[in-house]
T-cell receptor
Framework: KAGVTQTPRYLIKTRGQQVTLSCSPI?????VSWYQQTPGQGLQFLFE???????NKGNFPGRFSGRQFSNSRSEMNVSTLELGDSALYLC?????????????FGPGTRLTVL | AQRVTQPEKLLSVFKGAPVELKCNYS??????LFWYVQYSRQRLQLLLR??SRESIKGFTADLNKGETSFHLKKPFAQEEDSAMYYCALLGSSNTGKLIFGQGTTLQVKP
């Protein structure tokens, strides 16, 4: 079956702009988590959505937001972009987010803020 | 605070040598721990989880609650094991929140 897909794969934006990233989970998966990966901070949890509801949130400012649709596809939005938002954004999906569920990661969206 | 620490950024060994990638955690409850691996130009993928007590590609990891550690071990390293390894802790039970360590690059030299 198809893996987790993320679009677009690469983005270049300028400071102050906003951006929307998309994640399509594996068919049947209802939990989608988002992570930010940077050389300095490593992999940091942004938020998790399950059944269209945000179930967990990491320590990121309110400029970072997300949502999940009824088909489990998820989007994350970053408003008023800052240089420090340049990162690889990963999403991961799992069946329902239980301990026994494997999280499958997408290839990521590389965001560059100029 | 929930935290995962991987003290080594880079671990370089020769083929056939034993490997131990260190991971320490801080968690107030009963931890659920994982090792993820990222090979060059590939996606991050699950290597093993402690609740399964399994051995994948010759790797094992034992949870030591006394030392709050979950070190990854392999008796004989292979060149194809060269990759980035991340230790991760499930932040809350029954959710998809993973807390990752900073990662260790394993380099296996021929």
């Amino acid at each position: 079956k198809a893996g987790v897909t993320q679009t677009p794969r690469y983005l270049i934006k300028t400071r102050g702009q906003q951006v929307t990233l998309s994640c399509s989970p594996i068919s049947g998966h209802r939990s989608v988590s988002w992570y930010q990966q940077t050389p300095g901070q490593g992999l940091q949890f942004l938020f998790e959505y399950f059944s269209e509801t945000q179930r967990n949130k990491g320590n990121f400012p309110g400029r970072f937001s997300g949502r999940q649709f009824s088909n489990s596809r998820s989007e994350m939005n970053v408003s008023t972009l800052e240089l420090g938002d340049s990162a690889l954004y990963l999403c991961a999906s799992s069946l329902v987010g239980r301990v026994s569920d494997t999280q499958y990661f997408g290839p990521g969206t590389r965001l560059t803020v100029l | 605070a929930q935290r995962v620490t991987q003290p080594e950024k880079l671990l370089s060994v020769f083929k056939g040598a034993p490997v131990e990638l260190k991971c320490n955690y801080s968690y107030s409850g009963s931890p659920e721990l994982f090792w993820y691996v990222q090979y060059s130009r590939q996606r991050l993928q699950l290597l093993l989880r402690h609740i399964s007590r399994e051995s994948i590609k010759g790797f094992t990891a034992d949870l030591n609650k006394g030392e709050t550690s979950f070190h990854l071990k392999k008796p004989f390293a292979q060149e194809e094991d060269s990759a980035m390894y991340y230790c991760a802790l499930l932040g809350s039970s029954n959710t998809g929140k993973l807390i990752f360590g900073q990662g260790t690059t394993l380099q296996v030299k021929p």
